[in-house]
T-cell receptor
Framework: ETGVTQTPRHLVMGMTNKKSLKCEQH?????MYWYKQSAKKPLELMFV???????ENNSVPSRFSPECPNSSHLFLHLHTLQPEDSALYLC?????????????FGPGTRLTVT | KNQVEQSPQSLIILEGKNCTLQ??????????LRWYKQDTGRGPVSLTI?????NTKSNGRYTATLDADTKQSSLHITASQLSDSASYIC?????????????????FGKGTKLSVKP
C-alpha cells in the first residue's frame, strides 16, 4: 500500500458514456497527478495539481476533465472517449514539486473503451 | 531533446541469478534519477532516487549506480526472486537542484520487463 487509492480498478465504457475516475491520497501531500500508461509507451503526464490548483495540462483532449476539490482528492471525468484512450490511468501524489520530491502512485484504473 | 533510453527491453533470468538493467539519458539540466518497480496491473513503486552527487545507492537486493559524466545509470538485482518479475522504469528529473515548489519535468523511460523463472 502506497497511501494512494484509486477507484474503480477496472472500467469498461462505450464511446458515448460519461464516467469518472477517483483518486484519494492519505499521505498529507500537496501535489497530485494524473498519468496515462499505454502499452510499450512511457508514462504520459496528463495533469498536475498543486494545493488544489491546476498547474499543468499537457495538451490533453477536452474529453478528459480533471477536478481537484481538495488536496486529498482528485477526479478524472471522462466523456465521449475514443478506443485509443484505452489504457492504465495512474494517479500519483508528492509532498511538493515532482522534480524534487518522490511520487507515490496508486494502483491504477484499467480503462477499456469499446 | 530530453530522452531516457532503457535496455534491454525485456529479460528472462533464472531464480537466484543476478542481473543488471541499463538506463541512458540525454536530459539537461539534470536534477535526479529514479528507478521504479512496476508489477503487472499495478502502479510504480519507488526503489531509489539519486542526485548528481550520488553514484551508488542500495535498497535491499537492488543497487543503483549513476555516472553523471556519461549520463548512464544501472540497476543491479542480486540473487533474484520470483517476486522480482516486473517492469523497471528509469525516470530522470530535469530541472535545477533547488526547484522549490516548482514542478520540474520528469522524463520516463519505457521500462525493462524482467521475468524471473524458477
Amino acid at each position: 500500500e502506497t497511501g494512494v487509492t484509486q477507484t474503480p480498478r477496472h472500467l469498461v465504457m462505450g464511446m458515448t458514456n460519461k464516467k469518472s475516475l477517483k483518486c484519494e491520497q492519505h499521505l498529507g501531500h500537496n501535489a497530485m497527478y494524473w498519468y496515462k500508461q499505454s502499452a510499450k509507451k512511457p508514462l504520459e503526464l496528463m495533469f498536475v495539481y498543486n494545493f488544489k490548483e491546476q498547474t499543468e495540462n499537457n495538451s490533453v483532449p477536452s474529453r478528459f476533465s480533471p477536478e481537484c476539490p481538495n488536496s486529498s482528492h482528485l477526479f478524472l471525468h471522462l466523456h465521449t472517449l475514443q478506443p485509443e484512450d484505452s489504457a492504465l490511468y495512474l494517479c500519483a501524489s508528492s509532498q511538493g514539486g515532482q522534480g524534487t520530491f518522490e511520487q507515490y502512485f496508486g494502483p491504477g484504473t484499467r480503462l477499456t473503451v469499446t | 531533446k530530453n530522452q531516457v533510453e532503457q535496455s534491454p527491453q525485456s529479460l528472462i533470468i533464472l531464480e537466484g541469478k543476478n542481473c543488471t538493467l541499463q538506463c541512458n539519458y540525454t536530459v539537461s539540466p539534470f536534477s535526479n534519477l529514479r528507478w521504479y518497480k512496476q508489477d503487472t496491473g499495478r502502479g510504480p513503486v519507488s526503489l531509489t532516487i539519486m542526485t548528481f552527487s550520488e553514484n551508488t545507492k542500495s535498497n535491499g537486493r537492488y543497487t543503483a549506480t549513476l555516472d553523471a559524466d556519461t549520463k548512464q545509470s544501472s540497476l543491479h538485482i542480486t540473487a533474484s526472486q520470483l517476486s522480482d518479475s516486473a517492469s523497471y522504469i528509469c525516470v530522470v528529473s530535469a530541472g535545477t537542484m533547488n526547484y522549490g515548489g516548482s514542478q520540474g519535468n520528469l522524463i520516463f523511460g519505457k521500462g525493462t520487463k524482467l521475468s524471473v523463472k524458477p
